[in-house]
């Protein structure tokens, strides 16, 4: 063979090779170590089914944009096995097109197969049928559990492996983990819990996947896997060896949404000052839970009670656009911590103090290297710091990043991104006033019958648990009973007699009703009387009604429903549901009463509705009259329209409605429930980030609907002939329903002279750095937009936020001549903050550039 040929052939076998191989991922005490080479990373979570197939590569490449390095997802044991051996991956729930498109993007991939987890999903993740595996107990040293757990977690190794998904086969797959926050919960299960864990540990790593394992809030996980902090906050965790890395799976972007609960949000000035703490202190993979939170579709939230949003504040928000300026102040965060990766790698941080709650870390090498983290963890007062003979000002509750120990690149509480301010146009707008009637129009009906209407229906003495019962198939669960002859029978018992009998003309009582939750209805002689419902602290609902009884035949009809399985805590799988009772006549005539109870009582699981599948809309049961039934329960609504113009996301304000379930051409977009208002006490529009943050500290939307809009996804829709269809079970408006787009009402960004230049920007240069200096940039989302208008420009001492800025006491008159000039017409624009460029309107103060504009 002639020695170019051979060298072709040699170079032809290496490609082969690494494309047969991929790369070999291990770890030391200081990081994931990725073909040889310690890697800082930053991580962020978006789960697949929580968005759609079309949306993925948008999330993708704005999550790589942002800065990330790898996609983390958990993998949903109920989506995909709803039925036992009966597997279901296509759609939203096509993991291996989503880890596919993560490795297309250029990005790793984190898969965490639980097959627990949590996740405010319904049952924790666990399929309902697994309840029904005779002798099983969950999460623990159970043989029927560890079998079927293993299987699953299988089946989802051996489906990647065949993809060649994994690192070690040239994929984007670097880490997976097993079970899911057991450390927490796992004092309940005795000494089983140990070995249950050991176990999940040596079952896990004989799946021979060629990348690292780790186990989240599992002090003992067992070697090699890898245990790992969730939290708020994990600068202070250690791994259980010095030869695991500080590794955090779960940075809590903000919290979710309960009905019946305010808005979570989390100030991204706290985040960043969390995460560069972790880095600062020896971690070298954090992330970001949630970095897109998207949507609880169908009947997939758990809790119970929580909301249909799943937005988590997170920086890509519920419809997939940027969150400012959280996302950009944390790209400029993983900039930052970037700039000092090479250092931070090679050594671990040297950590002292530079006075009360100031602390430096410094990572310097023998040849050079040096990097530098310097923290001010109070609350109250800024500090000014002596570091290696310079002075820094640090403010309270931040950070600031040197990447060659003597420059700041980034201060965790000074933000450089701009801001936006998202709004809802609706589709009574004026430019789309027919649009709206269309909509509005043409709505039909059905009724849903009260009490028993089904075929399937069932009679047993006493009251059964509902989730043992309808095994989830349903929200949906009657309990009917009626006086005949068995009736009859109890009420003689009484001894009510002489000549006030019991059941006499208008007789009055007190219909008491107790379940176990989550929403309860009471009918009687089909007529509604009452409900309760309960709440995400505690989910039981009862009831307490007058009514009055007729002679003879009395029925009592019990409409129980679930919201969402519970998801969390020790044995949460034996959390039951419905009405479990007393059913009391109380205050009878003599005083006494009656405990229904016992009776025999008559039982359908679901609604006549779902059966027939009117949810789908196109039956032939549809009532289309002009008297459209308003403000009764218990009714299905239909209507046709048109998509919304336009590519921005779309949403429909449920406003004027109470609590139910919605399909747009058959897929459901979830539950709604605008009825259930949050209370009126404890939020804040301008929360303070300094300070420990916790999930009720910062809150908004008191007094309000904890949702009124529901996520549409644009691919589920045509551009007309779209079938909008309702289940109402407490009673609304349907005509009161409209369709909105989420667009940007304006972008904003207010930086001062005292701000580090963009990190871009950013040079060891010092000289560089005083010609730069700190920078105004803003910039439209979408391609094809520039910016319009200025709003607002103020160079001084502006004050307010974004939406509502002033002037303050000292303002350049020629700022909004300057801003207008550089920024009209423009997609993006740049102004240099300074007295070069505006002018001195008050000398010796330090001054802000505020700018507001808006985009067409």
Known sequence: MRGAEFAVLVLVLAVAATTAFGVNVTYDHRALVIDG????????????????????????????????????????????????????????????????????????????????????????????????????????????????????????????????????????????????????????????????????????????????????????????????????????????????????????????????????????????????????????????????????????????????????????????????????HLKDVHKAIKLCEEAMVATDPTISSLGSNLEASVYKTGSGLCAAFLANVGTQSDATVNFNGNSYHLPAWSVSILPDCKNVVLNTAKINSMTMVPRFVTQSSEDDIDSSKAFLSGWSWVNEPVGISTSNAFTKPGLLEQINTTADKSDYMWYSLSNSQELDVYFDSTEIKGDEPFLQDGSQTVLHVESLGHVLYTFVNGKFAASGKGNSGNAKASVEVPITLTPGRNTFDLLSLTVGLQNYGAFFEKRGAGVTGPVQLKGLKNGSSVDLSSQQWTYQIGLQGEQSGLNAGSSSVWVSKPNLPKKQPLIWYKTNFDAPAGNNPVAIDFTGMGKGEAWVNGQSIGRYWPAYIAPNGG???????????????????????????????????????????????????????????REVQSLCSRVSESHPLPVDMWSSDEKIGRKSGPTVSLECPSPNHVISSIKFASFGTPRGTCGSFSHGQCSSTRALSIVQKACIGSKSCSIGVSIGTFGDPCVGVTKSLAVEASCA
Not at 684 to 708: A, H, I, M, V
């Open 37 to 328: 080479k310690r890697r800082v990373l930053v991580s962020g979570s978006i789960h697949y089914p929580r968005s759609t197939p079309e949306m993925w590569p948008d999330l993708i490449q704005k999550s790589k944009d942002g800065g990330l390095d790898v996609i983390e997802t958990y993998v949903f044991w109920n989506l995909h096995e709803p039925v036992r051996n009966q597997f279901e991956f296509e759609g939203r729930k096509d993991l291996v097109k989503f880890v596919k498109l993560v490795g297309e993007a250029g990005l790793y991939a984190h898969i965490r197969i639980g097959p627990y987890v949590c996740a405010e999903w319904n049952y924790g993740g666990f399929p309902l049928w697994l309840h029904f595996v005779p002798g099983i107990q969950f999460r623990t040293d159970n043989e029927p559990f560890k079998v079927e757990m293993k299987r699953f977690t299988v089946k989802i190794v051996d489906m990647l492996k065949q993809e060649n998904l994994y690192a070690s086969q040239g994929g984007p797959i670097i880490l997976s983990q097993i079970e899911n926050e057991y450390g927490n919960i796992d004092s309940a299960y005795g000494s089983a819990a140990k070995t249950y864990i050991n176990w999940a540990a040596a079952m896990a790593t004989s799946l021979d996947t060629g990348v690292p394992w780790v186990m989240c809030q599992q002090s003992d996980a067992p070697d090699p896997i890898i245990n790992t902090c969730n939290g708020f906050y994990c600068d202070q965790f250690t791994p259980n060896s010095d030869k695991k890395p500080k590794m955090w799976t779960e940075n809590w972007t903000g919290w979710f949404l309960s009905f019946g609960g305010a808005v979570p949000y989390r100030p991204v000035e706290d985040i960043a000052f969390a995460v560069a703490r972790f880095y600062q202190r020896g971690g070298t993979f954090q992330n970001y839970y949630m970095y897109h939170g998207g949507t609880n579709f169908g009947r997939t939230t758990g809790g119970p009670f929580i909301a249909t949003s799943y937005d988590y504040d997170a920086p890509l928000d519920e419809y997939g656009l940027v969150n400012q300026p959280k996302w950009g």
């Open 683 to 741: 939020c804040t529009n301008s929360c303070n980030y300094r300070g420990s943050y916790s999930s009720d500290k910062c809150l908004k939307n008191c007094g309000k609907p904890s949702q009124e809009l529901y996520h549409v996804p644009r691919s589920w829709l045509q551009p007309s002939g779209n079938i909008l269809v309702l289940f109402e079970e407490a009673g609304g408006d349907p005509t009161q329903i409209s369709f909105a787009t």
